[in-house]
């Protein structure tokens, strides 16, 4: 006999246990439905979603975005900003990067070259990562899509950090970059010095929101599963059918 059958009515043995009325011997009978796992019709007739369209979505979304990032990140590595140079004069090496050079008395350009370089290949050792993994045939489990968009955070991070990098680097003159902590100090403004300090904090508060949205989200199902699992003990003690003696 199918447990859930529904009868012409529409209703299902605990759709008509709930409209009847009941008296204080019925808790053993809601309780042998439950345990049998009978549904109401409405929960069975409820069109269900199918998690695979969405993990299938996800995983299409994120081999295009670490494709892109890949390709991206490779071509800034072997193309840095500001180019290459052309000869070697002047103490520098043909085909090496203007934007590591090193001159006397211009030494934090090298900590500008490091962070980019670092950045950079942060962004494209996280997005190949992610393209080894989907294409590994990895099983489509919700830990592991959340494994991977953790990953893509990584990459997209450092892909901000890297563009936030180069454009300092560009828009910046030489004169000028030994006197960028002087001019935040002073209050001074620039647009270059702006729009990274603009960039930088609308990024950091957007992965803040994020971050706490998961968290907030994560406590919820907790919260609720622990009271699901209160509730389900209570009402076993509360509805365990008495004992009657004969009389």
């Known amino acids: 006999m199918e447990k859930n059958a529904i009868n012409t009515n ?3 043995a605990m759709d008509m246990y709930f409209q009847t009325k ?9 309780l042998a439905l439950r345990r049998a796992k009978v549904l109401k019709a409405k929960k069975l007739l409820k069109p269900k979603k199918s998690s695979r369209d969405w993990l299938d979505k996800q995983r299409t979304a994120l081999m295009v975005v670490s494709s892109l990032i890949a390709t991206m990140a490779f071509k800034a590595g072997i193309n840095p900003p500001g180019g290459v140079w052309q000869d070697n004069e002047n103490g520098h090496k043909e085909g090496t990067s203007i934007m590591a050079r090193v001159e006397q008395g211009q030494q934090h350009n090298q900590g500008i070259y490091d962070a ?31 494994l991977l968009m953790l990953t893509m955070w990584i990459a997209v991070t ?42 930088s904090l609308a990024w950091i508060f957007l992965l803040g929101l994020l971050i706490l949205g998961h968290v907030i989200r994560l406590l919820y199902k907790l919260i609720k599963k622990i009271l699901r699992l209160v509730i389900r003990g209570v009402n076993r003690c509360t509805l365990r059918p008495r004992y009657h003696p004969p009389v």
Request: proline content about 1%; overall charge negative.
């Open 10 to 12: 529409g209703l299902t």
């Open 22 to 30: 009941r008296d204080a011997h019925d808790g053993g009978i809601w």
């Open 116 to 146: 980019f370089l670092i950045s950079n290949t942060i962004g494209l050792v996280s997005s190949l990562t992610v393209i080894v993994l989907l294409i590994s045939g990895l099983p489509c489990m919700r830990l592991v899509m959340g």
């Open 158 to 199: 450092a892909t901000t950090v890297t563009y936030i990098v180069s454009i300092y680097f560009l828009g910046t003159s030489k004169e000028s970059l030994h006197s960028f902590k002087e001019d935040l100090l002073s209050n001074k403004h620039h647009l270059v010095q702006d729009t990274i300090i603009i960039a």
